[in-house]
């Protein structure tokens, strides 16, 4: 099992920038698919992210493709969101999650551990 911590959220003026981290712990970090998915007000929680084991492989959905980025650092047993251009309609709890296995998917039925989450706030 691996348990999942959130940081990085905050407030920030449309069209900036914010990175999300999510540290891991247990020592099998990188035998875990990571996600990151999102809840915004009101409506249900929706896929943002995927990224695979070793890094190579990357998913993402389409109304964060070009200003998004996730990627890990297995030394650290930490994965990261940039984002970038920063739109109020990127106003959500974002979510961090793993799951074993080497593909990444978009389906959160897919992730078996999730993060408690953390607010991003993006303001017109």
């Known amino acids: 099992q691996v348990q999942l911590v959130e940081s990085g959220g905050g407030l920030v003026q449309a069209g900036g920038s914010l990175r999300l981290s999510c540290a891991a712990s247990?020592?099998?970090?990188?035998?875990?698919?990571m996600g990151w998915f999102r809840q915004p007000p009101g409506k249900e929680r929706e896929f943002v992210a995927a990224?695979?084991?070793?890094?190579?492989?990357?998913d993402y959905a389409d109304s964060v493709k070009g200003r998004f980025t996730i990627s890990r650092d297995n030394a650290k047993n930490t994965v990261y969101l940039q984002m970038n251009s920063l739109k109020p309609e990127d106003t959500a709890i974002y979510y961090c999650?793993?799951?074993?296995?080497?593909?990444?998917?978009?389906?959160?039925?897919?992730?078996?551990?999730w993060g408690q989450g953390t607010q991003v706030t993006v303001s017109s």
């Open positions: 990224i695979s084991r070793n890094g190579i492989s990357t």
């Open positions: 999650a793993a799951r074993l296995g080497y593909r990444p998917t978009t389906s959160e039925y897919d992730y078996t551990n």
């Open positions: 247990g020592h099998t970090f990188s035998s875990y698919t």
